[in-house]
Each structure stands twice: as C-alpha cells, then as structure tokens.
C-alpha cells in the first residue's frame, strides 16, 4: 500500500508572479529537480517559451485564485514552506526540509505578505542582502533539497 505519509514529495508555486517568464523557469527547474506538481496563486499564465522542456504537460499544475483556496487544498500531511527574506526565517543551509511539503514564492517586488507568512509551517531564507529573481530562489530551494541533508 502506498502510503503518503511515508512517501516524500515536494510541489512548488507562486503567488501572485510579477512576470510570465518567471513563472516558466520555475517550472523547467521544478521538473528538472524533482517536483511532484507546480502551483500558482492570483496570476495565471499560458505556456511559456521559457519552459523548454514543457513542465506543465509533463507534471501536475494547479491554479488557485486565492490564498485560501489554495490553504484549503494543501495535500493532508504536507507542510507549507515559505520562502521570504525575514528575521523568523530559517537558515536554508541549516534547515531541514520536510518529507511532504509545498514551497511558497511570492514575487519579488511584493514577497509573501504576513498573513500568508502566518499560515506557514516553516519560513525558509537564504544569505542574500537582497531579494533574488523569484525562479533563481525557488530553483535554489530545490537544489538544496535534492542534497543529502536530513529530512523532517
């Protein structure tokens, strides 16, 4: 029997993306490094010349209109991570990824607002003075997740 509480996965969105291009590189990092679906919140866009190897037809993508939509939806058992640059944010080169979870990006000129940040279970930053280019952090997110660290 398969079992998702065992098993590990991983999904990845945005919220609210600035640009459609992000969006794509996102999406051909997500299914080069491993993601089970990819997500986005607020904004939708079409395919997008940027994702080569055409992620959105090769693994799951969702769209959710709001936040609370999306909250409402999260896998059972998966945390929610958010990615943002804030003092209760967890070192990424310290921090445990866990076994099921769904990473959360907002864009960069707004990131994620408090509201959202409250409702995560972990927050997640990396050093950098200032923010990055929103497909550069999550690619990065999910390169230090295919590392052999542990998990929780």
């Not at 310290?94 to 995560?120: I, Q």
């Amino acid at each position: 029997m398969n079992d998702n509480f065992i098993n590990e996965y991983f999904g990845i969105g945005i919220q609210n993306g600035k640009t459609p291009e992000n969006l794509g590189v996102l999406w051909r990092s997500a299914q080069n490094l491993g993601a089970t679906f990819i997500f986005t919140i607020g904004n939708r866009y079409a395919k997008q010349a940027c994702d080569t190897h055409d992620a959105v037809k090769a693994i799951p993508y969702f769209h959710y209109d709001t936040f609370e939509a999306f909250f409402e939806n999260l896998p059972k058992g998966a945390r929610l991570v958010g990615v943002e640059l804030d003092e209760k944010a967890s070192d990424l080169e310290t921090f445990e990824h866990p076994r099921r979870c769904v990473y959360l990006l907002g864009a960069e000129d707004h990131g994620l607002s408090k509201k959202v940040m409250d409702k995560c279970h972990n927050l997640v930053k990396f050093k950098s003075e200032k923010s990055l280019n929103v497909a550069v952090a999550g690619t990065i997110i999910m390169y230090d997740r295919n590392l052999s660290k542990p998990r929780s």
